[in-house]
């Protein structure tokens, strides 16, 4: 069933999947995935009769909670990490920590989708400001050893996704890797996660609401450290993982101190804590949205339903809603914060692909409309800049070959992923801490895609079927390497392969970065090997290295 929805993807937004279709087939197309989505929703009930299988049971700070069996799987969806759901006077409020609980529940289906517009596939599942749930999949065949951790944090601009895309779904990764558990964690997004309140009439009642969803990733972890030896799991071997802007969050809360019992390893696709705001910048997003919606007070934005919150947020705020570097929850300025060695004790593993906003060039419907808020975005986004930096981004897009649409795909790749990514890994090695840096090389065989934002994922979580990023499988041996290398990491903290572990039986030594030759692991689809970074010039130190000062939001 899923592969017959996900010709489209999962990832990129629907405009994305019209390319070359009818409105009427596009329509009809649209509204079968709706339908198939929506079918998927059940609500998780109390089991008050005692009547459920004890070995799908896990006891926990909350509850009992009673997962399903599927091949050599247990899975359990819809747990709630947080003792009351941030609706009424909760909306825009800290998370409420669990209490203890005796009563037992089904953990059958996902829990409600963050109100979100309808773009991605997760959007077409039911929506609720009551969304604070996670899933657990644990091997069914546990021992006595306790197994490292993965704890999932799902992209999508922090304005879009959840759980229950089916690309996330881990069953098949753990299948094949039981040696794992991995939890994924939904949290609030966009204008309910990260708006900034404080300044208001009435905003001192809401001192958090500008990284709420942080917030709630937080409340998760603390969930999961108290619980997860229950499904097999180790509280003291954890793994935090996201892609996009779920690697920002892990990136982000990496740099929250109170968040470090919790995890002692990061690992980070096409993200980083660059994928942040200032609080000038995330009051000037509240404010224009007050402006839209006619509101004064935090009051009055109480009295609007959530579902008109969101789409006047995403019409007048695009990408602009992300985590604040408000100097309280995040440092006023995280490369800083890294390089003093605020998080040199976490180990990261993280990088970029070769052709980043290519998926954005795609998923916004091609060269025309993608041209146009690229332009509008240069134009705001580097408002900023002196005269001389301005001429050294100028130079550098005019040395862009191709189409009219490259410069921008390059530059915003340069200013959202590459420069981040380079200067993270610089940032941490030179205060004594350890990162293993890649470069995803890989083409989807979709037109324009290339290897953009998002195409590693289908074959890193083991789903060779879902290719709508992809448009094809990649080589097998080349997949299951990766996924090998990124659960060694999350046992020993080094993503190295001996021959004997590694699928083409040849050993992968991935070196740490270093400051004088700058490696990174190179993923080739047919040659995965160390590469210093001058070699493939991932960034360009001289006119794009300084706008990681700038940030992306």
Request: charged residues 25%.
């Amino acid at each position: 069933m899923l592969a017959a929805i996900l010709v489209c993807g999962t990832c990129v937004v629907m405009t994305a999947c019209k390319g070359g279709k009818s409105a009427s087939e596009a329509t009809d197309e649209e509204a079968q995935y709706k339908e198939i989505i929506r079918s998927w929703y059940g609500e998780n009930k109390t089991i008050t009769d005692g009547n459920y299988d004890r070995s799908l049971a896990v006891k926990c700070t909350n509850g009992t909670f009673v997962g399903k069996k599927s091949d050599s799987t247990i899975v359990f969806r819809g747990i709630p990490y947080v003792g009351q759901q941030p609706v009424g006077d909760l909306r825009w409020k800290a998370p409420v920590d669990v209490v203890p609980c005796d009563s037992v529940y089904e953990a059958y289906y996902n829990g409600k989708v963050a109100p979100q517009p309808e773009e991605e596939l997760s959007s077409y599942y039911p929506q609720d400001e009551q969304c604070l749930y996670l899933n657990v999949w644990q091997p069914a065949d546990t021992t006595d050893a306790k197994k490292p951790v993965f704890v999932w944090i799902h992209g999508g601009a922090y304005a879009f996704g959840g759980t229950v895309d089916p690309l996330y779904d881990f069953q098949q990764f753990v299948e094949e890797n039981p040696d794992v558990v991995v939890v994924s964690v939904a949290y609030r997004l966009g204008v309910l996660g990260f708006l900034h309140l404080s300044h208001l009439p009435d905003g001192k009642d809401y001192p958090d609401a500008q990284n709420l969803g942080l917030m709630d990733q937080l409340m998760a972890l603390k969930w999961v450290h108290e619980n997860i030896a229950g499904f097999g799991g180790d509280p003291a071997n954890v793994t935090l993982m996201g892609e996009s802007a779920g690697g920002g969050s892990v990136t982000s809360l990496s740099l929250v101190k109170e968040a470090h019992p919790y995890f002692q390893k990061v690992i980070a696709i096409s993200g980083n804590p660059g994928l942040s705001v200032s609080t000038e910048g995330a009051i000037a997003c509240t404010n224009e949205l007050m402006k839209g919606l006619g509101c004064k007070t935090v009051a009055d934005l109480q009295k609007v339903d959530a579902q008109k919150l969101v789409a006047v947020a995403s019409e007048l705020l695009p990408m602009r809603l992300a985590p604040e570097r408000d100097g309280k929850l995040l440092p006023l300025n995280p490369w800083e914060a890294v390089a003093s060695g605020a998080v040199k004790d976490i180990t990261y593993l993280h990088g970029v692909n070769k052709d980043e906003m290519n998926f954005f060039l795609v998923g916004m419907g091609g060269p025309e409309p993608f041209t146009e808020w690229a332009a509008a975005r240069k134009e705001w986004k580097l408002a900023g800049l002196s005269d001389e930096e301005k001429a050294l981004v100028d130079s550098f897009c005019k040395d862009v070959k191709g189409d009219s649409y490259e410069p921008y795909c390059k530059l915003f790749s340069q200013l959202m992923f590459n420069a981040p990514c380079i200067r993270l890994s610089e940032e941490q090695t030179k205060a004594g801490g350890r990162s293993y840096t890649y470069y995803f090389t890989v083409e989807s065989a979709l037109p324009l895609m290339k290897s953009a934002h998002g195409v590693s994922l289908a074959p890193l979580f083991n789903h060779a079927d879902m290719d709508g990023d992809t448009g094809r499988a990649f080589d097998e041996t080349f997949s299951k390497t990766m996924r090998r290398m990124w659960v060694q990491f999350a046992k020993t903290g080094n993503p190295s392969l001996t021959a004997d572990l590694s699928p083409d039986g040849k050993a992968k030594e991935w070196p740490l970065y270093d400051l004088k030759d700058k490696q990174v692991m190179v993923f080739d689809e047919f040659n995965i090997h160390p590469e210093k970074e001058s070699q493939r010039k991932i960034v360009d130190w001289d006119r794009t290295y300084f706008l990681t000062n700038y940030y992306s939001f």
